[in-house]
């Protein structure tokens, strides 16, 4: 890991998905987790202040970044509810089987470099009538702002980590195995059009 993955990009993501626009977009849909949640892509805990922490008993908190996990375990130990930091992937969990209520995750497929994957590896961890709660930036609706997108992908994917531009979220979870019963969009306010078009909503597995 080089320097700039283990020191810069950690502060830059935090910066990044940290900022009021997004801050709002977690708080439609992380108070909605409820029993055993498992976060894919913990990051450095940014939607602990927003889960209800009276409806989390466990939280599974999946960060495989090694520039992450200090920050993980460090916010982790501090939150309201219990967290186990999960240092792995989602195509690998070491989760049993049904053995989570909720699926949550956040401006994180951009960068799982396959993310109808993960999502199935999460998938199976749900327990029948589980669901996945998502929030996610990816391809825009209007062909000028998907043009300038797929310009600048090429540069952006390796100085935000790997973070696609283009990925067409709803097509991912419909993908994986996942009927998509509620979905939103929109373009975040204050925000790049070719950054700040969101999906967010609520799936259940097929």
């Not at 987790?33 to 466990?58: C, M, Q, T």
């Not at 969990?93 to 590896?121: H, K, Q, R």
Request: some cysteine; aromatic content about 8%; proline content about 8%.
């Amino acid at each position: 890991m080089s320097f700039y993955e283990r020191h810069v990009l950690p502060l830059m993501i935090g910066a990044a998905c940290g900022c009021r626009p997004i801050r709002r977009q977690r708080a439609k849909i992380v108070p909605r987790a409820e029993g055993v949640v498992l976060e894919l892509g913990f990051g450095s805990g940014l939607n602990i202040p927003h889960y209800d922490a009276s409806k989390v008993r466990k939280l599974y908190a999946l960060e495989p970044s090694e520039g992450m996990l200090a920050a993980a375990r460090s916010k982790a130990a501090q939150a309201p509810f219990p967290i186990e930091v999960l240092a792995e992937t989602a195509e690998n969990l070491s989760l049993p089987a049904a053995s989570v209520d909720t699926v949550l995750v956040t401006y994180s497929l951009c960068t799982i470099p396959d993310a109808v994957a993960a999502l199935e590896g999460a998938r199976r961890a749900l327990k029948p009538g589980g669901q996945l709660l998502f929030c996610e930036h990816g391809i825009a609706p209007d062909e000028g702002v998907r043009r300038w997108q797929r310009r600048i992908e090429p540069v952006w994917k390796p100085i935000a980590g790997g973070c696609h531009l283009t990925r067409d979220i709803p097509a991912i979870v419909t993908a994986a195995g996942f009927v998509i019963e509620e979905l939103e969009t929109m373009y975040l306010p204050r925000s790049p059009r070719w950054a700040g078009f969101n999906n967010w909503g609520a799936a259940k597995p097929v």
